[in-house]
């Protein structure tokens, strides 16, 4: 079965500063889709960015990119100029699906990171 | 505005008593999740409908039982069964239940067992 784990429980960063999440993932698939997801307080789940195994370059929305390093079993989010609103907490999931019958697994999720923005 | 809600937003229970989360969708998604949430540990997914009238166990499916006669409405009951209810419950729907599709969320309902 496949694993997510998050090693950082909590991280802290100053606001206008750049701080990386990490994950790392465990599976033997070669093509599966990686997720960032971010919880804020009022703990409603927004995805926040998306990686395809397949894809090379990196993803990046806005303030928000990953580095992907496959062989590594890697995924961090990286979030650049913190601001206050990006004080949440930030859950990594991964996702494939058969390849026989092409049906998508189910959405596995690492036990998160909170993330605090000091102002 | 198109989304998904949950109610109620908290809900109490006595211990023995079956206790149904209302999860509705206007977003004409056909595939519907729910999943519980426990302090320091990841989402878990109790079971998964990809179309109407249809649903699947996920892991932890034990104590819970779904319907889906609609394609916007997954309600989810849980029942004296489950062991330890006490958690938040979040609901999601997603277009398609492929694995590149993007979850969206509810706002989640916290079950607490008194």
């Known amino acids: 079965a496949q694993t997510v784990t998050q090693s950082q429980p909590e991280m802290s960063v100053q606001e206008a500063e750049t701080v990386t999440l990490s994950c790392t993932y465990d599976?033997?698939?070669?093509?599966?889709?990686l997720f960032w997801y971010k919880q804020p307080p009022s703990r409603q789940m927004i995805l926040v960015i998306r990686?395809?195994?397949?894809?090379?370059q990196n993803a990046t929305e806005n303030r928000f990119s990953v580095n992907f390093q496959k062989a590594a079993k890697s995924f961090s989010l990286k979030i650049s100029d913190s601001q206050l609103g990006d004080a949440a907490m930030y859950f990594c999931?991964?996702?494939?699906?058969?390849?026989?019958?092409?049906?998508?697994?189910?959405?596995?999720f690492g036990s998160g990171t909170q993330l605090t923005v000091l102002p | 505005d198109g989304g998904i809600t949950q109610s109620p937003k908290y809900l109490f229970r006595k211990e023995g008593q079956n206790v149904t989360l209302s999860c509705e969708q206007n977003?004409?998604?056909?595939?519907m999740y729910w999943y519980r949430q426990d302090p320091g540990q990841g989402l878990r997914l109790i079971y998964y409908?990809?179309?109407?009238?249809?649903?699947q166990k996920g892991d932890i499916a034990e104590g819970y039982s779904v319907s889906r006669e609609k394609k916007e409405s997954f309600p989810l009951t849980v029942t004296s069964a489950q062991k330890n209810p006490t958690a938040f419950y979040l609901c999601?729907?997603?277009?398609?239940?492929?694995?590149?599709?993007?979850?969206?969320f509810g706002p989640g309902t916290r079950l607490t067992v008194l």
């Open positions: 990686q395809e195994a397949y894809k090379q």
């Open positions: 977003l004409n998604h056909d595939a």
């Open positions: 999601a729907s997603s277009e398609r239940d492929l694995s590149y599709n993007e979850q969206f």
């Open positions: 999931a991964y996702r494939s699906y058969d390849i026989s019958s092409g049906s998508a697994r189910q959405l596995t």
């Open positions: 409908s990809q179309i109407v009238n249809d649903f």
């Open positions: 599976t033997s698939e070669s093509d599966y889709y």
